[in-house]
């Protein structure tokens, strides 16, 4: 009863909602709805308290956005107007769930990301929660990103924990420490790593890679496999100027103009396959030292300060980059003896089952909105301690 008494003390709740507490509170496991609008995919899973992924759906728009370049945000918000409904459907019927009577919480990307888009996912939650008389979550979508691991590693990741988040829209350093509690130690300064990688590839006149974690970055390092890492020089970035190198933030626009430059002042002749991969891979090589540079004063900073890490937990869709990947597993292996965890390459791209698992974690904090909550497009994470 102590969990109903924290939650009721800031807000009052409808009698129903007071009775499906009560229920929830002694039911275990209990199910959770996620749903995930954030930017380009519509993504839809049920995930329960027992970290069981009950069943999961996705609708991607790569080939919309192929065509224009790049993600248009009118045609995101329209095709998840068009999708998300017959995705909670495809989800609850897959999952053989009832949405009455066997999904218990229903959470939602509340932000960061697209503003309309955010809207038409917060917009069906709200209206399901509230009809339905389920507690409705907001969920941070880059805190969502930080927590998967703990639904899909073989044990329940302990906190306190570092986080480095890789996708198209952030690159953070985090150093975790429960939910709702996260210490932001660098960000980006100008593009985020997957708009360095889309923007290099897009250059390269790489082909996007289709299907489920595809895309022009994905794409790119399907290109580097094939290529020398040591063929151009590329600068690594912040390394000249000694005040920018002390900083655990990111930059990662100039990369694109470095390889631009090369390929003007070489004359490079972008038809040969070989030339592109080796652009590609050695564009590759230079993120990976930029991010281990970065990760190093973070570690540095966690050990000055006393904090014991239990992980280095890498999220995100650049997460899913092998090269990476393997990069920083070695950094936190070899150099402070502590594991590199990562959600499988399907589950660091966005997706419903996050959002959902996310659910899971701040329902047993008691962390439950209201049904009039709105959509924040920009939301600093360290904002959810406030």
Known sequence: MFFLRKLTRKKIWPTQIYRNLITQISKNPFNVLGIETSCD?????????????????????????????????????????????????????????????????IAVTRGPGLPGCLGIGLSAAKTLAAVLGKPLIGVHHMEAH???????????????????????????????????????????IDDSIGEAFDKTARLLKIPWLKGRGGGPGAALEQFAIGGKSDKFQIPIPMRKDQQRRKEMNFSFSGLK???QQLIQKQNLNLEDEQVKKDLAASFQQIVIFHLIDKLELAFEWCKTKEIDLNALVVSGGVASNKSIRASLEKLANERYNIPLISPPSHLCTDNGVMIAWTGVERFREGLIDEYNIDH???????????
């Open 146 to 188: 930080a927590l998967t691991a703990r639904l899909t590693h073989t044990e329940l990741i302990p906190f306190p924990y570092l986080t480095i988040l890789i996708s198209g829209g952030h690159t953070l350093i985090l150093v975790t420490n429960g939910i709702n509690r996260h210490i932001q130690l660098g960000t980006t």
């Open 376 to 386: 924040i497009p920009k939301w600093p994470i360290e904002d959810l301690s406030k």
């Open 41 to 105: 995919d519509t993504g839809v899973a049920i995930v329960n308290s027992s970290r069981q992924i009950i069943y999961e759906s996705i609708q991607l728009q790569h080939d919309i956005h192929e065509q224009n370049g790049g993600i248009v945000p009118s045609l995101a918000m329209k095709s998840h107007q068009i999708h998300l409904p017959r995705v909670i459907n495809e989800t609850l019927i897959g999952g053989k769930l009832d949405i009455v009577k066997d999904i218990d919480v």
């Open 257 to 259: 103009t470095c390889v």
